[in-house]
């Protein structure tokens, strides 16, 4: 059980365009999906939270503009990095969390290249 | 300030060598601790959650431990299977998580 999933694993994108990235739980329906950021050889930085119905709530510091969050459904959350650039380039991963549930589940990561 | 701090940075054993991973933290109020474990290019899985001190949890050769201060992740008789980066990360009162920055654990055959 407690099983995430996110789309695409790898992507590589010219500077300017945009991409997509969906993070599905599996099995069971997440009330709050979160976003995280992480850099080689470094510890997760929370990017955003959303609830399911509700705009997400991004850390400081990070572009709302730029990094769009959708939490349309129980299952599925959405992060568009809009008009990317090289040092957007990075490993995104997902993760989810239950009703009534402290952990969260993580999706495998996607790593995004952009050139 | 709540702060999470894990030791040792990286641990090198043997396989079949038994230690430790600590986990250090300050937070006001602990709603949960939480140990992951990462590969490279993966993201985090889920390993245990301890709520308060003197709780322990078992999983195959790991055992997780807490006290008012600190949690610990021993490995039994690690395989090199094990080998991984272990995150720490502590959830406060105020809900927010904060995380380590992890162990980097390398089992020699």
């Known amino acids: 059980g407690a099983v995430v999933s996110q789309h695409p694993s790898r992507v590589i994108c010219k500077s300017g365009t945009s991409v997509k990235i969906e993070c599905r739980s599996l099995d069971f329906q997440a009330t709050t999906m979160f976003w995280y950021r992480q850099f080689p050889k470094q510890s997760l930085m929370l990017m955003a939270t959303s609830n399911e119905g509700s705009k997400a709530t991004y850390e400081q510091g990070v572009e709302k503009d730029k990094f769009l969050i959708n939490h349309a459904s129980l299952t599925l959350s959405t992060l568009t990095v809009t008009s990317a650039h090289p040092e957007d380039s990075s490993f995104y991963i997902c993760?989810?969390?239950?009703?009534?549930?402290?952990?969260?589940?993580f999706g495998p990561g996607t790593r995004l290249t952009v050139t | 300030e709540d702060q999470v701090t894990q030791s040792p940075e990286a641990l090198r054993l043997q396989e079949g060598e038994s230690s430790s991973l600590n986990c250090s933290y300050t937070?006001?109020?602990?709603?949960?601790l939480f140990w992951y474990r990462q590969d490279p290019g993966k993201g985090p899985e889920f390993l245990f959650t301890?709520?308060?001190?003197?709780e322990e949890k078992e999983k195959e050769r790991l055992k997780a431990t807490l006290t008012k201060k600190e949690s610990f992740l021993h490995i039994t008789a690690p395989k090199p299977e094990d080998s991984a980066t272990y995150l720490c990360a502590v959830q406060a009162f105020n809900y927010q998580l904060i995380w380590g920055a992890g162990t980097k654990l390398i089992i020699k055959p």
């Open positions: 993760s989810a969390r239950g009703p009534g549930s402290y952990e969260q589940y």
């Open positions: 301890l709520y308060s001190a003197g």
């Open positions: 937070v006001s109020g602990l709603r949960g």
